[in-house]
Structure formats: structure tokens, C-alpha cells
């Protein structure tokens, strides 16, 4: 076989066209004997280098040619020295051939030379090969082989986010979609799922697969699978109902499903929540977290009752407790919560007492949209913040999360929720409950927080804490240098005005406890005060006036 290998290489180096051929096939022969070794020889004797012109020649040895490069670029070693002979031009010209058998060997070729490498995938996206690829899948739909290959090629490039424009401005939606349909076999339709999937994480291909009708197909492939359970059919299930989400992340494609609250997809997805199987209520549960991303949409849900199917579901995983329902559902309706006129709906439907039920949760992600959810329902609603803010339990669970360094999130959430209690109750007991419950000292560290929004809040709730029941924290206050902190913030040049106006307020608010007044004068907070005077913010420079008569009256 070596001789034979050897011999038919010299002579391929040699040679004119008639004898090519046979060479070629003694090659092949080769190659499927050991591959590995007879591509270190094909190298070795530089028969490479002949293969652009052999190419270029389009005869009847181009399919053998190119099936020989798709089986020398399986070997890693190889992939650099095609790239070198200059092979992948002559192969991305081939893709406009129209014999069936060169297109089918050719794409193995340049599949297999940019196996794994995002550079080689960029320059065939610069050389047009999407366009190309995607006229081959349309008028080639009948070849079982080429179409699994423009298919791996799609699954390949989609990955790059170079691809998508080019995607975008095919028909691959209509090309996928109609495929699609026509398959039965599960592999087929999975190969299928995976192109589609990055695909659909692109905006504009996510309204054109919509257009192209896939809603249609993912909603067949639930109601085939939804009570199989072939871990096929399970998996397919995950797949089409994942892909659906997938769909309404679009703003526009999610407004064209939703039609107003009376589109069928929109119906049919809702019908998901109650079902007993576990993944379709998760895509149900995202799906209408994914349709409540404005008022309008969110304002008709909540007038239809969507809220209590999600209670329900929430319900039946108080004890179940699949973490990733729970969280989809407290997701939905944290949304659901944002738009004002819905709050008091939500309140009332009970929705406060069913998410108070996973308090005791131990999942960083539940609690999380769990604080979202409260400190939605609650924003301008006093009676419920009250009500909330003298839950006992709910204050000591939230300043233990004030605590969870591990998990940033939640214990932002929790800081914001804390203030948010006080602030929209503006009430004597929910501030008692606080101070008892510890939770003073997390308020004086979030007015140190990165983010302005969460330093104002604290700002706001420590004033009306000072205000309401000075006494009762003034211990607190001290033990966690609020003091200091007002320093600092003021001196900041970079403060944010409402932060300086906030710390002031919050000066003149301390001044009527002893001790604090001392530490105030310690620190001779009149020359920062004094020097705001001329803040280009009139309402900043006019309370560092008043904080300064304060300031002097009382020293």
C-alpha cells in the first residue's frame, strides 16, 4: 500500500489529466486505510500545493479532489497547511457549481479545514458563503447529504456574531422553517433546533422565523411530546418550548404574539402554566414574564386573571419546590407588579402572602426575584408596606439577606426592600420593627453603595427613621458611624446633589441626640456645610444655608 501510495503521488506531481484520476482514487484508498499517516505523506511530498489548480479545473476528478482535502482537514495537523496551499478560495468558488456531488464534497472540505477555529469561520463569512449557502439548502432540499451539511455549516457559523446580519438578510427563516416541517425523524428535527436556536438570538431573524410561521411548528412539537415520556420526546419538549421563550425576548416579536391579549399563540402558551408538566410551566411562567415588558400588555394580563394562575403554580411548588419554576414565577410577577394601577389588584389578589410563603428559601435566585417582587407591590403603596414592614419575620429574614456578602444581588435587593418599607409607609411602627430587627446598621452601610439610587434611598429612610423614632436608634446611628458617613458624602465632590440634600436633611434630623450632636461638632461639619453654599445646585446651595443656621444655633 506504501509503494502504491508513493507511486501514485510522484505520478500525480508528474502527470496530465488522463492519469489523475487513478491516482486520486489510489489516494482515497489511502486515506480510508490510515489516514493519518497517508496525510503526513501528502503533505511531506507537497501534493498540496497542486490541489488549487486541480480545483480550478472543474473536471471530473473535482468531487475526488475535494473529498480528498475533507478527509486530509480531519487531522488537526492538516487544517494550517490547507490554509497555507491556499485551498480555501478555490472551495468557496466551488459552492456555485451545480453538480450535487462536488457541492456535497467540497462543503465537507471547508467544514472540516474551519473545524473549530472562529478566525477561518470570519473569512468564509467574508467571502459570502451565507448567501451561498443558504440558495444551495433551498433549491438542494431534496438531497438528504447536502442539506445536513449546509445545516452543520449554519449550526457552525451561527455561533459567530458576525453571522447574524448576514443571516438576517437571507430567507434562512423561511428555508428552516418550511425544512422543518417536513421532518419526522427526531435527529433530523434536532439538527434543525440547533441552528435555530442562536439563530433566534438575533432581533430581527427572531420577527422573521415568527413571519415564517415556526410559533406554529414549536406549538405542534409541544402538543406531539407534551405526555411522552421518551426522553426524546422530553427533550424535544425542552427544546421547542425553550426556543418559544427565545422567541419573545423580541420586543417586536413578542408584541406580534401577544395581538392585543387575544392572540391564539398568546392563549396557547397560557395554557402551558396549569399543565402538569413541569417544563411547560416553566416556559409558561417566562413566557409571561417575557410579555410583560410594558405597561399596556402587563395592565391586560393582570385585568384577565393571569395572576392567579401564577399563585396557583407558585402554589404547588410552595412544598414541590422546583427552584427554577419558582423563580419564573415570582419573574412574571415581579413585571406584572411594575405598572402602578396594578399594584393594588396584585395586593388584593393576595399576591404578597403567596410570595411571603418563600421566605424560607434557600436558593439565592428565589429570593432575589422573591425582594423584586415585594419591593414592586409596595412602591406607593403605604398600607401594604406597612403591613409588610411590621412582619416581624420578613425584617429579620431581610437583614440576615443584608448580610449575604456571597450573593450581591440579594443582598441589594434586601437593603432596597428594607428602605423601600419605611419609605412608603412613613409609619412609627414599621421603623420600630426595623431598628429592633437590626436592620439600621445595613441602611447606614447602603448610603456607602456604588449606586446612587440605592445611597438615596438609604438617605431617605434614615431620615425618616431619625425623624420618627430618634431614641430608639440613636444607639444604632452611633455604633455605626452615620456620623462619619455624612462627612464623607458631603466632602465627596463627586456626590450627586440629592445626595449632599439628603445627608443634610439627615444632619438636621440627628441634632436633637446628644451624643450624635457631639460628633457632629467634633467633626466641624459648619465648614462643609458652609462651603455648599455656593453649590451651582440652587436647592443644594439653599439647604446648606438652613443646615448652617442649625448648625450655629446649636453649637
Request: aromatic residues 2%.
Amino acid at each position: 500500500m506504501a509503494d502504491n501510495l508513493s507511486e501514485a503521488l510522484k505520478t500525480l506531481k508528474l502527470s496530465s489529466a488522463d492519469s489523475v484520476e487513478g491516482c486520486l482514487d489510489c489516494l482515497l484508498k489511502a486515506l480510508a486505510h490510515n489516514n493519518v499517516e497517508t496525510s503526513g505523506k501528502i503533505q511531506e511530498m507537497g501534493v498540496l500545493a497542486m490541489m488549487p489548480a486541480l480545483l480550478s479545473a472543474q473536471n471530473s476528478c473535482t468531487p475526488k479532489v475535494a473529498n480528498i482535502i475533507a478527509e486530509v482537514a480531519k487531522n488537526e495537523f492538516m487544517r494550517s497547511p490547507c490554509v497555507e496551499a491556499g485551498l480555501i478560495p478555490p472551495l468557496v468558488q466551488l459552492l456555485n457549481s451545480k453538480d450535487q456531488e462536488i457541492l456535497l464534497q467540497t462543503g465537507r472540505a471547508l467544514g472540516n479545514i474551519c473545524y473549530d477555529s472562529h478566525s477561518l469561520q470570519a473569512q468564509l463569512i467574508i467571502m459570502g458563503v451565507i448567501p451561498t449557502l443558504v440558495r444551495l439548502l433551498g433549491v438542494h432540499s431534496q438531497n438528504t447529504a447536502l442539506t445536513e451539511m449546509c445545516l452543520i455549516a449554519f449550526g457552525n457559523l451561527a455561533e459567530l456574531e458576525s453571522s447574524k446580519e448576514q443571516f438576517a438578510s437571507t430567507n434562512i427563516a423561511e428555508e428552516l422553517v418550511r425544512l422543518f416541517r417536513k421532518q419526522v425523524e427526531h435527529e433530523k428535527k434536532e439538527m434543525i433546533f440547533e441552528v435555530l436556536a442562536p439563530l433566534a438570538e438575533n432581533d430581527v431573524i427572531k420577527l422573521q422565523l415568527v413571519d415564517a410561521g415556526l410559533v406554529e411548528c414549536l406549538l405542534e412539537v409541544v402538543a406531539q411530546t407534551v405526555d411522552s415520556d421518551r426522553d426524546e420526546d422530553v427533550a424535544q419538549l425542552k427544546t421547542a418550548s425553550d426556543l418559544m421563550v427565545l422567541l419573545l425576548l423580541g420586543d417586536e416579536s413578542m408584541q406580534k404574539l401577544f395581538e392585543g391579549g387575544k392572540g391564539s399563540v398568546f392563549q396557547r402558551v397560557l395554557s402551558w402554566v396549569p399543565s402538569n408538566n413541569h417544563q411547560l410551566q416553566l416556559a409558561g411562567a417566562l413566557a409571561i414574564a417575557n410579555f410583560a415588558r410594558n405597561d399596556g400588555n402587563c395592565i391586560h394580563m393582570v385585568d384577565t386573571g393571569i395572576v392567579q394562575k401564577l399563585l396557583e403554580l407558585l402554589d404547588r411548588h410552595v412544598e414541590e419546590g422546583n427552584v427554577t419554576v419558582q423563580h419564573a414565577a415570582l419573574s412574571a410577577l415581579r413585571n406584572l407588579a411594575i405598572p402602578v394601577v396594578n399594584k393594588s389588584k396584585m395586593l388584593l389578589a393576595g399576591v404578597s402572602d403567596v410570595v411571603l410563603k418563600f421566605l424560607k428559601s434557600e436558593m439565592p435566585p428565589v429570593q432575589f426575584k422573591l425582594l423584586g417582587t415585594l419591593r414592586m407591590l409596595i412602591d406607593t403603596q403605604a398600607d401594604a408596606a406597612e403591613q409588610l414592614g411590621t412582619n416581624a419575620k420578613l425584617v429579620e429574614r431581610l437583614v440576615e439577606w443584608c448580610e449575604a456578602k456571597d450573593h450581591a444581588g440579594v443582598m441589594g435587593e434586601s437593603n432596597r426592600l428594607l428602605s423601600a418599607l419605611i419609605r412608603h409607609s412613613k409609619s412609627k411602627d414599621v421603623v420600630r420593627t426595623v431598628i429592633q430587627g437590626g436592620g439600621v446598621k445595613h441602611l447606614v452601610t447602603m448610603a456607602t453603595s456604588e449606586h446612587m439610587i440605592m445611597q438615596n434611598e438609604a438617605l431617605v429612610a434614615l431620615g425618616l427613621i431619625a425623624a420618627l423614632n430618634l431614641d430608639c436608634a440613636e444607639e444604632d446611628f452611633v455604633a455605626s458611624n452615620l456620623v462619619q458617613v455624612l462627612h464623607k458624602l458631603l466632602k465627596e465632590e463627586h456626590s450627586a446633589p440629592e445626595i449632599k440634600y439628603n445627608s443634610m436633611i439627615l444632619i438636621c434630623s440627628i441634632m436633637g441626640s446628644e451624643p450624635l450632636h457631639k460628633e457632629v461638632q467634633s467633626l466641624a461639619f459648619i465648614d462643609v456645610v458652609s462651603g455648599l453654599r455656593s453649590h451651582e445646585n440652587k436647592t443644594v446651595a439653599h439647604q446648606a444655608s438652613l443646615t448652617e443656621q442649625r448648625l450655629t444655633a446649636q453649637s
